[in-house]
């Protein structure tokens, strides 16, 4: 196995909450914007395994170095999810105990992915698929870090601030992970360049785009990046995207979000 995948595997751990002290946590309480935001985060974050239900179509999720960032990426998104409800709990507003069946429940867009793109175009595209995988995946990532950044910065809550800080450094690997992963398969052939800005253009939503509604997207986006954050945001990241071969000058994020701000 590569070096780089050694070292991803020698630092992941699930998010460290022995230390935290969660009176204060109490003490501090939560916003009804930090509530609305921490419940959609932990909402999207227990969707992964989903996600890594398709992802295990692609041939290559069982070359070693794939399959061990899998495991142990899916491991660690677990736990984002789990420590997020614990501090919800712990504030006095507990989710509800069914959440994870109810949100999957509303699952529309995975739920299309898995049954059309999943079983059939992986399976015609097998050679072309990762790209497209690895791509959104490196969008995703980058954005849900974005987010962490984000409420980490505007908490009065402490442990909030700890627990952001943590989840953070780690999608910051899972993106470099899966940016890099998405060059590397882009670079490979013509038709992955030309099926991964296909189907990102004709595709892609935003982080819990599946799972919520446009106001509650919508929402998100306006507590986090309100007026000039936003915008910038959205250029960051359409313009970091755009630096992946066969995706020059792509624009997602920006169409979606313009009458945001
Ligand atoms: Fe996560
Ligand atoms: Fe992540």
Redo the contacts with the bound molecule.
């Keep these: 196995m590569s070096t780089d995948i050694q070292r991803y595997i020698s630092v992941s751990e699930k998010i460290k909450t022995d230390d935290l002290d969660w009176a204060e946590a109490r003490e501090a309480g939560l916003s009804e914007e930090e509530r609305f935001v921490i419940t959609y985060f932990s909402d999207i ?1 227990s969707q ?1 395994i989903r996600y890594l239900r398709m992802l295990l179509q692609m041939k290559i999720a069982f070359r070693p170095a794939v399959a061990a960032f899998l495991t142990t990426w899916s491991y ?2 677990f736990f ?2 789990h420590v997020l409800a614990q501090l919800m709990a712990e504030c006095g507003h507990p989710l509800e105990e069914n959440r994870v069946e109810t949100v999957t429940r509303r699952a529309r867009f995975n739920e299309w992915m898995e049954k059309l793109f999943g079983p059939l175009l992986s399976r015609i595209f097998s050679s072309q698929f990762p790209a497209v995988y690895m791509s959104f995946g490196a969008i995703q990532e980058m954005t ?1 870090l974005r987010g962490y950044e984000r409420l980490k910065e505007n908490t009065q809550n402490p442990v909030l601030k700890t627990l952001c800080e943590r ?1 953070a450094r ?2 910051r690997r ?1 993106f470099a992970w899966y940016f890099n992963n998405a060059r590397e398969q882009l670079e490979s052939t013509s038709g992955a360049r030309w099926l991964a800005r296909k189907l990102l253009e004709f595709n892609w939503v935003p982080v819990g785009a599946g799972v919520k509604t446009r106001a509650e997207v919508n929402r998100l986006f306006s507590i986090l990046f309100p007026g000039e954050t936003g915008s910038r945001l959205v250029r960051e990241v359409d313009a970091k995207i755009g630096t992946l071969p066969g995706l020059e000058g792509i624009r997602l994020m920006e169409p979606y979000f313009e009458e945001s701000f």
């Design positions: 974050e992964t660690e998104e984002h999810g849900t989840i780690q999608e899972h």
